[in-house]
């Protein structure tokens, strides 16, 4: 899991710990290899659950390719996995990082920590429209 969800809801964090989930680092990843266990890597994370609505059928790796490395020196394969459909429940209409970054460096904090690198506008049940990573 993303090491953000430790920052905001450790609670959560380790009740996710319990069905298996670890930090998101190739050091992790490694670990739990070297213990013959199955590693499920969603590289993108935040900026792949997040893109436009217009970009569904597209994945965004986010420039994250260490998995390809650790599988290349671990000699394991990839076996690539898609979903679809996901995009067409959660509508993101525009990632507003790059503004919401820029009002940041000016001094006007957002109302959330820019960590997971997505600051979307979008629509989804049961909140409605939403802003930033997190349901307001």
Same mark, same amino acid.
């Given at each position: 899991? =993303?090491?953000?969800?430790?920052?905001?809801?450790?609670? /959560? $964090?380790?009740? !996710?710990?319990?069905?298996? %989930?670890?930090? %998101? =680092?190739?050091?992790? !990843?490694? !670990?739990?290899?070297?213990?013959?266990?199955?590693? /499920?890597?969603?590289?993108?994370? !935040?900026?792949?659950?997040?893109?436009?609505?217009?970009?569904?059928?597209?994945?965004?790796? %986010?420039?994250?390719?260490?998995?390809?490395?650790? $599988?290349?020196?671990?000699?394991?394969?990839?076996?690539?996995?898609?979903?679809? &459909?996901?995009?067409?429940?959660?509508?993101? /209409?525009?990632? /507003?990082? @790059?503004?919401?970054?820029?009002?940041?460096?000016? &001094?006007?904090?957002?109302?959330?920590?820019?960590?997971?690198?997505?600051?979307?506008?979008?629509? @989804? +049940?049961?909140?409605?429209?939403?802003?930033?990573?997190?349901? +307001?």
């Amino acid at each position: 899991m =993303h090491p953000y969800a430790w920052k905001i809801n450790p609670s /959560l $964090a380790r009740l !996710a710990e319990k069905t298996g %989930a670890i930090e %998101a =680092h190739p050091k992790m !990843a490694l !670990a739990a290899l070297q213990k013959n266990a199955s590693v /499920l890597i969603y590289p993108s994370g !935040a900026q792949d659950v997040f893109r436009p609505h217009t970009q569904r059928y597209k994945i965004n790796f %986010a420039g994250r390719k260490s998995f390809i490395k650790l $599988a290349l020196k671990q000699e394991i394969p990839i076996i690539p996995i898609i979903s679809t &459909g996901a995009h067409d429940t959660l509508i993101v /209409l525009v990632d /507003l990082y @790059g503004i919401a970054q820029q009002l940041n460096q000016m &001094g006007m904090p957002c109302l959330f920590d820019l960590d997971p690198q997505v600051f979307p506008i979008y629509l @989804g +049940l049961p909140w409605g429209v939403g802003i930033g990573p997190l349901p +307001l």
